[in-house]
C-alpha cells in the first residue's frame, strides 16, 4: 500500500500528470502568442502619431506647385519652401534673369529646370552641356534666377519651369 500511494493519488503519478498539463498548458500559451506576433508581422503596422506640421511637411515633400509649398527642414531648422517658377520660352544662346526677390530668400537649396524642346517635344532637364559645346547654366541667388544659354542649340526650350528651393529671410 505504500507504494501505490505513493504513485497514486497523491504522489508521483499525480505530480507527472500536473508537469504535463502545466507544459501543455505553457506550450499552447507559446504558440498563440507567436501566432499574434506573426499575424503583427505579417498583416499588422505600426502606427506613428506626428503634430500636424510635420504631417503637411511630409505630404508636401513630393509635391510640386506654382505655390509657395513648406517641404522639408533645412540644417539650421528653417522651413525648406519649394516653389515652381514658369517660363513660357528660353532664349537661344543668350542668358535670362528672373526676378524672384519677392520670395524673400535667405539660403538658395536647389534649382532645376524642366522643360521642352523641340518640334519632338522631348523633355530636357537641368544643366547640360552637349557635344556641339552648347550649354544651359542655372544659378540660384537670394533675388533672381540665372539661366545661361549659350552655344549653337538647334531648337527652342519652351514650357520652361524653374523648380526652386530654398530658406526664407522671414523665418
Given at each position: 500500500m505504500a507504494i501505490n500511494f505513493a504513485l497514486g493519488e497523491n504522489g508521483i503519478l499525480k505530480g507527472a500528470e500536473?508537469?504535463?498539463?502545466?507544459?501543455?498548458?505553457?506550450?499552447?500559451?507559446?504558440?498563440?502568442e507567436l501566432a499574434k506576433i506573426d499575424d503583427y508581422i505579417?498583416?499588422?503596422?505600426?502606427?506613428?502619431?506626428i503634430s500636424k506640421e510635420e504631417y503637411e511637411?511630409?505630404?508636401n515633400s513630393n509635391s510640386y506647385?506654382?505655390?509657395?509649398?513648406?517641404?522639408?527642414?533645412w540644417i539650421d531648422g528653417k522651413p525648406i519652401y519649394r516653389n515652381i517658377i514658369p517660363q513660357a520660352s528660353l532664349p537661344k544662346n543668350n542668358d535670362i534673369?528672373?526676378?524672384?526677390?519677392?520670395?524673400?530668400i535667405d539660403t538658395p537649396i536647389d534649382i532645376k529646370l524642366c522643360c521642352k524642346y523641340n518640334s519632338k517635344n522631348n523633355t530636357f532637364?537641368?544643366?547640360?552641356i552637349n557635344s556641339n559645346s552648347s550649354?544651359?547654366?542655372?544659378?540660384?541667388?537670394?533675388?533672381?534666377?540665372?539661366?545661361?544659354i549659350n552655344g549653337p542649340w538647334s531648337y527652342?526650350?519652351?514650357?520652361?519651369?524653374?523648380?526652386?528651393?530654398?530658406?526664407?529671410?522671414?523665418?
Open positions: 500536473t508537469a504535463v498539463d502545466k507544459y501543455q498548458n505553457k506550450a499552447e500559451q507559446e504558440q498563440n505579417q498583416n499588422g503596422r505600426e502606427t506613428v502619431t511637411k511630409l505630404k506647385s506654382e505655390h509657395e509649398t513648406i517641404i522639408g527642414t534673369k528672373i526676378d524672384v526677390t519677392n520670395l524673400n532637364f537641368g544643366a547640360q550649354s544651359v547654366g542655372l544659378q540660384l541667388e537670394q533675388t533672381y534666377i540665372q539661366c545661361y527652342n526650350f519652351t514650357d520652361a519651369k524653374f523648380i526652386i528651393e530654398y530658406t526664407k529671410t522671414t523665418d
